[in-house]
């Protein structure tokens, strides 16, 4: 297989770790980025193989010269990962204005600057690429104290499929959308972050708990979720989204049927609105 130049972001931990450990493994090159790169260290990375950069994915100028510095070096990108953020876990009233712009901007507004700059790249390097787009199984699930981290999946999810479908074929980009289950990273832990204090009507439900209890004894392991991303990469008709553990795909079924069954029910109500004599296109 000939080998591929990897951009990833948010690589100092977690899954972006991981894919890069498996694609460094695999004889290809990366770009594995992070807020402070002078920590990163990967046991197969030289400095023919591997270019660390320091990304903060809310800040433009930052994204532009990590993509220049990478054309530089390698000159192409095959595939980008858009893998950083973190989760919002906390009753929505808790949460500050700055707590709900900061989710949305480093899980949303920075991965469509990531976005906007790899197709310029793959389409005018008339090659294509895949770009990957980290979500989650709470990008088509709302739960309970993750109202802004859904929200901020659920728009990553919307704004893919629609960027997709605007794609010249010829220019070969393709997207995925990998949907994570829980896995055993600091997502749950470390890199999880909450209101500063927990409103007093909500003594029903804590985020701080749900997260604490989550943190450990997730199903998923890391290193082979990883590698689920690097499969569907080198793939070579990636499907537009994927789960990614079984927590995940179990979950996804019962949403589905419930969906389903909402579709059935009120389906008298939903085709009840047309102008009469109407005539859908055929």
Known sequence: MTPRVFFITGTSTGFGKEYVNIA?????????????????????AT????????????NKAAIDKAFDAAM???GHVDVVCNNAGYGLMGEFEAMSDEDIRQQMEVNFFGLVDVTRKAIQIMREQKTGGVIQQVSSFGGRIGVPTGSMYNASKFALEGFTEAVALEMKPEWNIKFTILEPGGFRTDWAGRSAQFPAKKHPAYDHVDGRARMAARHGTQPGDPKKGAQAFYDLAVM??????CLVG????????????????LLVDFEKISNS??????VPPS
């Open 236 to 241: 070579e008709n990636p499907p537009i989204r």
């Open 72 to 74: 530089n070096k390698f």
């Open 246 to 261: 079984t927590d995940a795909f179990a979950l996804m079924k019962k949403k589905l049927a419930a969906d389903e069954k």
């Open 24 to 44: 460094l493994s695999q004889g290809n090159y990366v770009v594995a980025t992070a807020r402070n790169c002078s920590a990163l260290s990967f046991p197969d």
């Open 47 to 58: 400095d023919a193989n591997c270019l660390r950069v320091n990304l903060d994915v809310t």
């Open 273 to 278: 609105t047309d102008i009469d004599g109407y």
